[in-house]
């Protein structure tokens, strides 16, 4: 009997020991796992990591399970840094429900976003996605048609405007030429006409002179 009281004693000394570091074992499982599960986390971004995007992108969202803590003094950060590490990011952070977003003006090439947000707890999460640039394609200028020009045509073939003053020369040498001649005929004729006219003068004299005799 004394045995059986004491195992009963020491069952009933022992139980609460038992419950309490069952509950405080539960209590720490609590407090490890409440913190966890209440933080916000990054669900998906506007460029997707890894995607390749067009030049002309004016922001960067990024949505979260739980809408960022809003605010300067919050704390949240949007940076988007080219392949120099150059921020092409400006202005504030947006807050949109569960989505910040920030303007960007990006050059061509490869860019990192690193991001840091606030939960509605106050605890801060920050992570980095990236994504690239394509060249801004060129605009494509249609070709110029030009009408062609028509060469301009000559008053007068140079050649037949050469020779037409030589023809006008050679054309009025020749028409002195024939009026010296004539004149030379007619002279030489006038002379011909007064040395007949003097013989026959000169006949019929010697003639008349016998006819007397």
Known sequence: MHDHRDDQRRSRTATPRVLFAVALSAFLVL???????????????????????????????????????????????????????????????????????????????????????????GHPIEGQLAFTVEPAASPTVPPTTTNPTAAPTPSADPTAAAAAPNTGAGTHAHGHGHGGQALLFGVLGLLAAVVIGAVVLRIRRGADARTEG
């Open 31 to 121: 407090i490890g796992t409440t913190p966890a599960s209440a933080h916000a986390a990054l669900t998906s971004s506007d460029p997707a990591d890894g995607a390749t995007v067009a030049a002309d992108l004016e922001r960067v969202t990024l949505t979260f399970s739980e809408a960022p803590l809003a605010g300067l003094e919050a704390g949240l950060r949007i940076e988007v840094r080219d392949d120099d590490g150059v921020d092409e990011s400006s202005g504030a952070v947006a807050v949109e429900g569960t989505s910040m977003s920030k303007a960007v003006s990006l050059s061509p090439g490869p860019h990192t976003v690193v991001w840091r947000s606030v939960s509605p707890d």
